[in-house]
């Protein structure tokens, strides 16, 4: 499961054999949440949480539609070579 961003000490993690649509999964402090990108534009949705604060969920949310080219670029990337 490559990282391929971190962000606030959390994991930002794109599994290579997952489904579409286009999404990753963001991870530590003993949380877990999974937001689709909505490739191309965004924003990027919350699908799941396990444990993170809404603060913290905005947060990172927000952090994501500023890398959002960048995670778009290596989902394809990594569903590509697959």
Do not use: Q
């Amino acid at each position: 499961m490559p990282t391929v961003l971190k962000i606030y000490g959390l994991r930002v993690v794109i599994y290579p054999n997952d489904h579409r649509p286009p999404h990753v999964h963001v991870m530590g402090k003993g949380c877990e949440g999974v937001f689709n990108l909505r490739c191309p534009w965004g924003p990027p949705e919350l699908r799941e949480n396990f444990g993170f604060s809404d603060a913290e969920l905005n947060r990172i949310a927000e952090s994501l539609t500023g890398d959002l080219k960048v995670l778009c670029t290596r989902w394809r990337e990594i569903h590509e070579s697959n």
